[in-house]
């Protein structure tokens, strides 16, 4: 594979592939863009069937970072790691700390996280060899679950749709489907439930399901219906690619707004949308509540300044409405535009050379 040929065409800064033989590790740490900040992503372990699966995850998602760091405002850039390993087999202190050791070998460039495959006890191990790792326990001042300051922001976010598509913020009384009400789910559905929303929920797990019943009041339809809902706001929390071909002439909604990862199987289902005159919420802008819930860890996390800081994706999908609006583009491109128009807008004050920052030690 031609890893300059996939740096080259998306504005790669670094990869740097990590080996270590008595620790069983092979790694590769993808750094896109730190025009804002140092590069902030998780690691995956996941066993790859070839490296160049690996290089192509690793690139796609620290690209994904640049981008949903910039349109939620923080001062980070893109960054992402994978371990080709089985997380099931072939964890280990030493596989960690060798790895960690590594990220430190950085010197802060990229900040590590947990992701598929890894958990907080990893974390606590790359803490031995580094500070630049977020996620550890709360015992080192971690800032613990992040599903529900994920949730706290799609609900914030779903309330500047219904600004937009209703007129009013308010949900009271609005009929939102939830698909999936597992971690961010459940706490998504609270915050409507208070706010005197009517739920409708689906989970291929009965027990959530019957939570969310009793809970929230919620009617429970079979994982299937749940695109055929009469609804004002759909909420995707469970998987991705739930917006494609076959699911999208099914919904009977005015807005499209959840927490999943992916959720258009491809840019031409974003299109569709929007031709269709459903406003869609891009998730990577409407879901980076967990994002910036870590991210204030590395100010000395605050549970109160992490919400206050979330209740700005508020504002972030109003941005992108007005982008979507003043260039007349779906809002998945909108969103796109408005992580590249801040990181081109700041990169620029960047060029004022400070002698106190800037000049070599
Ligand atoms: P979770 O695993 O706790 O919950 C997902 C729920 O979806 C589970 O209850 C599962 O049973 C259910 N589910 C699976 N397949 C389903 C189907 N076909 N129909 C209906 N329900 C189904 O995960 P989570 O942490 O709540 O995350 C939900 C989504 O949000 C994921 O896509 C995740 O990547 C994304 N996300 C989560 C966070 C976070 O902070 N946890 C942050 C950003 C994005």
Same mark, same amino acid.
């Given at each position: ?18 080996? +270590?033989?008595?620790? =069983?590790?092979?790694? &590769? $740490? /993808? ?7 140092? !590069? %902030? ?33 923080? +001062?980070?850039?893109? =960054?992402?790691?994978? &371990? $080709? /390993? ?7 202190? !030493? %596989? ?52 529900? !300051? ?212």
């Amino acid at each position: 594979m031609e890893v300059f040929v996939g740096m080259q065409k998306h504005g790669f800064e670094q990869v740097v592939f990590c080996y +270590n033989e008595s620790a =069983g590790l092979k790694a &590769i $740490i /993808a750094i896109h863009d730190t025009t804002l900040g140092p !590069a %902030l992503g998780g690691l995956r372990m996941w066993p790859y069937a070839t490296e160049e699966d690996a290089v192509f995850d690793v690139l796609r998602l620290a690209r994904g970072m640049t981008y949903k760091a910039a349109a939620a405002g923080l +001062n980070l850039g893109g =960054g992402k790691a994978v &371990i $080709i /390993a089985d997380p099931r087999r072939d964890k280990s202190e !030493a %596989l960690f700390r060798a790895f960690g050791r590594f990220v430190q070998s950085l010197g802060g460039r990229y900040i590590t996280a947990e992701d598929v495959g890894t958990t907080v006890e990893d974390m606590d191990y790359i803490h031995m060899e580094t500070d630049y790792v977020t996620g550890v326990s709360t015992a080192y001042g971690s800032s613990g679950d992040p599903s529900p !300051a994920t949730a706290f922001g799609v609900w914030r976010g779903m309330k500047a749709c219904a600004k937009e598509a209703f007129g009013s913020e308010s949900l009271a009384g609005k009929r939102v489907a939830i698909q999936g009400v597992g971690h961010v789910g459940q706490n998504l559905a609270r915050h409507l439930y208070d706010e005197g929303a009517r739920l409708v929920v689906s989970d291929i797990n009965e027990e959530a399901v019957a939570r969310a019943r009793a809970e929230f009041r919620a009617e429970a339809v079979d994982p299937e219906a749940i695109y055929d809902v009469e609804c004002d706001i759909f909420s995707p929390c469970a998987l991705g690619a739930v917006l494609n071909p076959e699911t999208i002439p099914r919904l009977k909604t005015r807005v499209v707004a959840g927490a999943a990862n992916n959720q258009l199987l491809s840019d031409s289902d974003g299109d569709t949308l929007h031709e269709r005159g459903i406003l869609y919420a891009p998730d990577y802008v409407i879901n980076a509540g967990g994002l910036i819930n870590v991210a204030d860890e590395l100010e000395g996390y605050n549970r109160d300044r992490a919400f206050k800081k979330i209740t700005g994706i508020y504002a972030n999908i109003e941005k992108v409405i007005g982008i979507s609006k003043r260039d007349r583009i779906p809002t998945y491109r909108a969103a796109d535009r408005l992580a590249e128009e801040r990181i081109g807008l700041i990169g620029q004050q960047k060029r004022m050379h400070l002698p106190c920052c800037d000049a070599p030690a």
